[in-house]
């Protein structure tokens, strides 16, 4: 697996079957594996949050869920092809944990949509044990949440309460946590639940469900003016970093 640099965040070249493939030995051997999204956004304002920049550099699987990450990689010559979706790889994962009956924990989102989310995986993946779930309106401290998904040991964490409160809630507690795998997976709740329809097949094919949930939610409409912004600030970070080298 190889890493690269993008404003001095680490992202890997993976597929969605190569993070599946090394979930087994994790499982057995009983160690961590945290798989955290990397986008824009992320890239953009993660050194506002020096714990979100260790929790990155200390992950094992850094995946690249934005088209703006591959275009950058493809510019400079890097070896990232694909956009490794967090939302697509969270139901891969739910498959394997389904075919293979292990347990999981959500955390995040509002408490119906948690509800609905719960149903919609007892729904589809039966064979799943749901261990637990909070949501993130919760009135219970971060020590009482870590206490509660320990006490339910599942295999997978699900954590769902966006950036940068997601990051930052592991990068505090994923030491404290009795779970083999984490993943970041922001507003997939929302659209597992239902609450909120996936982009057109035509806007994923083309790479463009980003443009198509800003233009649908007048709070996002500013990510529209990201993309660009940091695609400039992506590529003069490369080309100085190599003058440097």
Do not use: C
Request: charged share 25%; proline share 5%.
């Amino acid at each position: 697996m190889k890493t690269e640099q993008i404003l001095g965040i680490p992202v890997d070249n993976l597929t969605y079957d190569e993070v599946l493939a090394d979930i087994p030995q994790y499982i057995e051997q009983k160690t961590k594996m945290s798989i955290l999204s990397v986008n824009p956004q992320i890239v953009l304002d993660a050194n506002q949050y020096p714990e979100i920049i260790t929790l990155l550099h200390n992950s094992t699987h850094r995946i690249p869920d934005g088209i703006g990450v591959v275009m950058v990689s493809k510019l400079t010559g890097g070896a990232i092809k694909e956009r490794v979706a967090g939302f697509d790889l969270m139901m891969e994962i739910l498959a394997y944990a389904d075919k293979s009956e292990h347990s999981i924990f959500l955390y995040g989102a509002h408490p119906d949509v948690l509800n609905k989310a719960v149903n919609q995986v007892e729904s589809k993946f039966p064979n799943i044990r749901i261990a637990g779930a909070i949501d993130g309106y919760t009135k219970l401290i971060d020590e009482e949440v870590v206490d509660m998904i320990n006490q339910a040991k599942p295999d997978f964490l699900f954590v769902a309460l966006g950036f940068p409160k997601q990051e930052l809630w592991l990068s505090r507690h994923i030491n404290q946590l009795d779970v083999n795998v984490f993943q970041d997976v922001g507003g997939s709740f929302d659209v597992l639940s239902g609450q909120v329809k996936r982009a057109p097949k035509m806007f994923i094919d083309l790479h463009l469900e980003w443009l198509y949930r800003s233009l649908r939610n007048p709070s996002r409409i500013g990510r529209i003016f990201q993309l660009p912004i940091f695609l400039i600030k992506s590529l003069h970070w490369k080309v100085r970093h190599r003058h440097d080298r």
